[in-house]
C-alpha cells in the first residue's frame, strides 16, 4: 500500500543509517512507521527491538502534537514483564501540556501500574493472564504493541489467540484477540471493528490498515524518520493556530421551524483528499452520519419527517447509502457511541433526495433550513447533499 505523503513528512523520512547502524550494533532492529488519515500524516513511530528490550517514541498530532517516549523488557519468552512511557510537549509548543509518565510492572499474574503527573497519578494493580500487552493508552495501536501481539499470537500456533490490554488509567485489563489469516495477515479489535496487520514472516509487523475501523489510518512502514524533527515541525504548527487539531470536531445545527425548535448535535469528518460516498462511507452498511459518538436529533414539538410521524424527543440519526436510494434511519436509543448502531430500536426509516452541492465541502455539515411548507434537513458532504423534508402538523 503506498503513502502519498506530505512534503513536510516527505523530507523526513530518510535513509538515517548513522541511527540504523548504531541500533543494529547495540543489538536492536530499527523500525519507522508513518499513520496517514488520507492525505494528513497523524501519527509516525520509530523503534528498536532485540531479544530482551524494546525502545522507542511515537508522535501523534491528534488533538496536538506530543510524544510518547517508551521502553520495554522482554522476558525469555518475548512476553513483557516491565513498560515505562514518558508522554509530553514539545518545546515548540509552549502551550501543550506538562509531562507526565508512568510505568508497568507485571509480576506472577499481576500488573502494578504507577502514574506521575497527569490528570490522575497514583498506582494500582490487578489481575492478569499470561501474555498481557502494557499499551500507551490513547496511543495503543502503537506498531510496536501491534508487533508485539502479532508475534505472541504467531507463537500460540492458534488462528484465535486471546490477549489481553493494559492501559495506563484502567483499572483492569482490556480484553481482546489476534485473529491470524492466510499469510501474514492479522486482525486486533479495534472499537468493534479489525485493525489489519501484516508482517514480513520474521515477526516484523510491516503495516496496519483501520479502514475498516473509527480511526480508518493507514500505516506504512518506512525506511527511517527523523522522529525529532517531525515533532518539532508539527507542534510549531500547533503553537501558531496551524494544526490538525480534532479530526472531527463537534457542531451543532439548531434552528425554530414553524415554532418546533430542533436541534441536530454531531461531530464533523474531514474529507483529506478520501473518495466518500461508496469508499468512506460504504454502500453496503449503516453509517452513522457523523463521527466519535451517535449524532443526536432533539425536537421539542412533534413533526412529519418525510411523512413519517415523529413524537417531540431525542433520537439518533443513521443513514445508508446506494446508487440508486439513500436513506435516513431514526432510530430511538440515544447516547450510545457511533459505532454502536442497533437495528431493533429503528423508530422509521425515510427515503432522502440526493442533489449535488455547488463545490466541494471538506467538512461533513448538516443544516436545517426554514421553507414556507415547514422545513428541511441537510446532508452535506464532498460535493452531494442529502435531504429530508420536514413538516409541523
Not at 267 to 289: C, E, F, N, Y
Not at 364 to 376: D, H, N, Q, R, V
Amino acid at each position: 500500500m503506498q503513502l502519498q505523503m506530505n512534503t513536510t513528512l516527505r523530507l523526513a523520512v530518510m535513509t538515517l543509517t548513522v541511527i540504523g547502524t548504531a541500533c543494529e550494533t547495540a543489538g536492536l532492529r530499527p523500525s519507522a512507521f508513518v499513520s496517514m488519515l488520507g492525505t494528513d500524516t497523524v501519527t509516525v513511530e520509530s523503534f528498536a527491538r532485540s531479544n530482551s528490550r524494546i525502545e522507542g517514541q511515537l508522535v501523534t498530532r491528534l488533538p496536538y502534537t506530543h510524544r510518547i517516549r517508551y521502553a520495554a523488557d522482554l522476558n525469555p519468552d518475548g512476553t513483557i514483564s516491565h513498560l515505562e512511557a514518558e508522554t509530553s510537549t514539545p518545546d515548540e509548543n509552549a502551550q501543550g501540556p506538562a509531562s507526565q509518565s508512568w510505568t508497568v510492572s507485571i509480576t506472577d499474574g499481576t500488573a502494578t501500574v504507577e502514574r506521575v503527573g497527569g490528570q490522575n497519578p497514583g498506582t494500582n494493580s490487578f489481575e492478569i493472564g499470561p501474555g498481557a500487552i502494557p499499551t500507551l493508552g490513547r496511543a495503543s495501536i502503537a506498531m510496536f504493541a501491534f508487533e508485539q501481539a502479532m508475534r505472541q499470537a504467531e507463537a500460540s500456533g492458534v488462528e484465535e489467540h486471546p490477549v489481553e490490554l493494559v492501559y495506563p488509567t484502567r483499572p483492569q485489563p482490556v480484553n481482546n484477540e489476534i485473529t491470524r489469516f492466510s499469510g501474514d495477515t492479522v486482525a486486533i479489535v479495534y472499537f468493534g471493528a479489525p485493525l489489519l496487520g501484516w508482517g514480513d514472516g520474521n515477526g516484523n509487523i510491516q503495516g496496519a490498515d483501520g479502514t475498516s475501523t473509527t480511526m480508518d489510518a493507514v500505516t506504512e512502514r518506512v525506511a527511517a524518520l527523523d522522529v525529532d524533527g517531525l515533532a518539532a515541525s508539527w507542534a510549531g504548527m500547533d503553537a501558531s493556530g496551524e494544526g490538525i487539531g480534532v479530526p472531527s470536531p463537534g457542531a451543532t445545527a439548531a434552528r425554530t421551524i414553524h415554532g418546533a425548535a430542533i436541534e441536530v448535535s454531531y461531530s464533523q469528518p474531514a474529507k483529506r483528499g478520501r473518495d466518500i460516498w461508496g469508499t468512506l462511507v460504504p454502500h453496503d452498511g449503516v453509517w452513522r452520519t457523523g463521527a466519535n459518538a451517535a449524532t443526536i436529533l432533539t425536537t421539542g414539538s412533534d413533526l412529519v419527517v418525510e411523512g413519517a410521524e415523529l413524537p417531540a424527543g431525542s433520537y439518533t440519526l443513521w443513514s445508508t447509502y446506494s446508487e440508486d436510494s439513500q436513506q435516513l434511519i431514526i432510530n430511538s436509543e440515544t447516547g450510545q457511541w457511533g459505532t454502536a448502531y442497533n437495528a431493533a430500536n429503528d423508530f422509521t426509516t425515510v427515503e432522502m433526495t440526493k442533489s449535488e452541492l455547488p463545490g466541494m465541502l471538506e467538512r461533513f455539515t448538516i443544516s436545517l433550513e426554514e421553507t414556507a411548507e415547514g422545513g428541511m434537513l441537510h446532508l452535506d458532504w464532498d460535493d452531494a447533499r442529502f435531504s429530508v423534508d420536514i413538516r409541523v402538523p
